[in-house]
């Protein structure tokens, strides 16, 4: 895999500052030690302010920014009223930032023996992100059969607390079980990614103005 080079606006690490791009492309454990990957959350933490009631989570993409991805491209022009938030090694990272530095540069390669380390990490950031941003409602994506389960057990793991501990008042996890097996199987028809594919979306979208209508 080619190694990205250093690139992103400056809006949360000045250039002076950032580091050799390879020393941020590797396993996860190397990104989740990396100090510059650290002070940029940090800071997204301190700066960041919720729009919206309901923030809306999905996994992170090889492609940068995330929107140049078939997934994100569809969530950003068909998800409305919701904060759009990556769920990534990096970190969490509302979509706002995703031009930014390091987040245009890093990569984290799946590796199953820093799965058990994965699940520590994101649970870790789940939390505090959510405890510290207040939002009424989480809607999740994460296939039930995607090839990282961990993904998903770490945000239902830390979804589970903040409910608990009622940083929130309810969450979702999308699509369910048998509209992703259904998604996945026309996937191969359709040519279209499972999580934007159109049973899928529709979930998405019922379950945000469900809780739209709470709110």
Not at 29 to 45: D, G, H, T
Not at 109 to 119: A, I, S, T, Y
Not at 176 to 194: E, G, H, I
């Amino acid at each position: 895999m080619a190694v990205k080079t250093n690139r992103g606006d400056e809006r949360l690490i000045c250039r002076d500052e950032w580091v050799v791009a390879e020393s941020i492309q590797g396993s996860p454990e190397l990104i989740f030690n990396s100090p510059v990957m650290n002070k940029a959350q940090e800071l997204i933490l301190d700066q960041f302010t919720p729009t919206h009631p309901i923030a809306f989570v999905s996994v992170c993409t090889s492609s940068r920014p995330y929107s140049k991805s078939p997934k994100w491209k569809t969530f950003k022009n068909e998800l409305s009223d919701v904060d759009l938030i990556v769920c990534s090694n990096g970190g969490i990272i509302p979509l706002e930032y995703e031009n930014s530095y390091p987040y245009m540069t890093y990569d984290a390669f799946h590796k199953r023996q820093f799965d058990q380390l994965f699940m520590l990490y994101m649970t870790r950031y789940f939390i505090r992100f959510f405890t510290l941003k207040r939002y009424d409602y989480l809607v999740i994506n994460s296939g039930p059969t995607n090839a990282h389960p961990c993904r998903r057990k770490s945000a239902l793991l830390a979804a589970r607390h903040l409910k608990s501990h009622h940083h929130i008042k309810d969450f979702a996890v999308c699509p369910s079980l048998d509209v992703y097996k259904n998604a996945v199987f026309k996937t191969m028809r359709d040519k279209l990614f499972p999580d934007i594919h159109p049973e899928v979306l529709s979930e998405i979208k019922g379950q945000i103005e469900a809780y739209r209508g709470q709110a």
